[in-house]
Nanobody
Framework: QVQLVESGGGLVQPGGSLRLSCVTSRIIFSIYTMEWYRQAPGKQRELVATITNGGSTNYADSVKGRFTISRDNAKNTVYLQMNSLKPEDTAVYYC????????WGQGTQVTVSS
């Protein structure tokens, strides 16, 4: 069974930064497309960023220029660097691994507030 464990969430002031990490196990990490999603209270889960097994990236318009997704295949880890955070970035952030099917982590809370 695939395991995905997120960390790095917390409370940060507007304009601040956080780096989320997602460590995976029981998968051949390098062949997976890795993604970060988020879900704010009362809203649907939305795709934030994608990185393919070849390293291509894509971002939601709302985070372009502020967030960066990266991966370290040697550490089976995907990261989400979040800069210039805004209150509307407040959500639970989920890591996802996709190959034939999709697996999810348990989520990490990010709260942007003064």
């Amino acid at each position: 069974q695939v395991q995905l464990v997120e960390s790095g969430g917390g409370l940060v002031q507007p304009g601040g930064s956080l780096r989320l990490s997602c460590v995976t196990s029981r998968i051949i990490f390098s062949i997976y497309t890795m993604e970060w999603y988020r879900q704010a209270p009362g809203k649907q889960r939305e795709l934030v960023a994608t990185i393919t097994n070849g390293g291509s990236t894509n971002y939601a318009d709302s985070v372009k220029g502020r967030f960066t997704i990266s991966r370290d295949n040697a550490k089976n880890t995907v990261y989400l660097q979040m800069n210039s955070l805004k209150p509307e970035d407040t959500a639970v952030y989920y890591c996802s691994a996709f190959f034939v099917s999709r697996d999810w982590g348990q989520g990490t809370q990010v709260t942007v507030s003064s």
